[in-house]
């Protein structure tokens, strides 16, 4: 089975600064990772997915995460964050086999001061 | 507009009291998918649907039923709610099962049993 961690379930920032939102997994077979976000009041979104080939993918509002297979881990990052990135960010594994099945981690706060 | 609708958005009811929460995509999806969000928990999966007439339980499946006698629909029966069942809840779909990491979530239904 596998199961995804993220390691802070609060991140405060101010604007215009790096963030670095952690997420770790585990499983026994090749997986796909996702990162999805959640406005305030609203469902999730899907911000970005790694399935294959470059490790890094970005996303259209200048997020970026990397896979890094040794360390089991899908970082999210952004060089300098917008009061508008406030929200909650889920990362999320599935594997390949069974990609009906979504595994969600624990989600990560981030907040963004001025 | 592409969507997931859910209704409904919020609900107060009493300990045994059946109900059901609609859930409804217009997308012609043919995997549907129920969630409860819990804080610290994130996202975990009730019951899935990977097309008409084919159901199956997810990892918190207890005290839940669901039904999908059309493909656009997937309600949510709970009958007889619990004050454990108190969550929010989101409906999800996606084109197909084995593209069920892309999935787009319905804005979510904040229920409470007392």
């Known amino acids: 089975a596998q199961s995804v961690t993220q390691l802070d379930s609060q991140v405060p920032v101010f604007e215009e600064a790096p963030v670095e939102l952690r997420c770790n997994y585990s499983?026994?077979?090749?997986?796909?990772l996702f990162w999805y976000v959640q406005y305030p009041n609203q469902g999730l979104q899907l911000l970005l997915k790694?399935?294959?080939?470059?490790?890094l993918v970005e996303s259209i509002n200048g997020f970026e995460a990397e896979f890094n297979k040794s360390q089991t881990s899908f970082h999210l990052r952004k060089p300098s964050v917008h009061i508008s990135d406030t929200a909650e960010y889920f990362c999320?594994?599935?594997?390949?086999?069974?990609?009906?099945?979504?595994?969600f981690g624990q989600g990560t706060r981030l907040t963004i001061n001025p | 507009e592409a969507q997931v609708t859910q209704n409904p958005r919020y609900l107060i009811t009493v300990t045994g009291k059946k109900l059901t929460v609609t859930c409804s995509q217009n997308?012609?999806?043919?995997?549907m998918s129920w969630y409860r969000q819990d804080p610290g928990l994130g996202l975990r999966q009730i019951y899935y649907?990977?097309?008409?007439?084919?159901?199956d339980k997810g990892d918190v499946p207890e005290g839940y039923k669901v039904s999908r006698k059309e493909k656009r629909n997937f309600p949510l029966i709970l009958e007889s709610p619990s004050p454990n069942q108190t969550s929010l809840y989101f409906c999800?779909?996606?084109?197909?099962?084995?593209?069920?990491?892309?999935?787009?979530f319905g804005p979510g239904t904040r229920l409470t049993v007392t």
């Open positions: 997308m012609n999806h043919e995997y």
């Open positions: 499983s026994s077979v090749s997986v796909y």
């Open positions: 999320a594994v599935s594997t390949i086999q069974g990609a009906q099945k979504l595994v």
């Open positions: 999800a779909s996606s084109r197909t099962a084995l593209m069920s990491y892309e999935q787009y």
């Open positions: 649907s990977m097309n008409v007439e084919v159901t």
């Open positions: 790694y399935l294959s080939g470059s490790t």
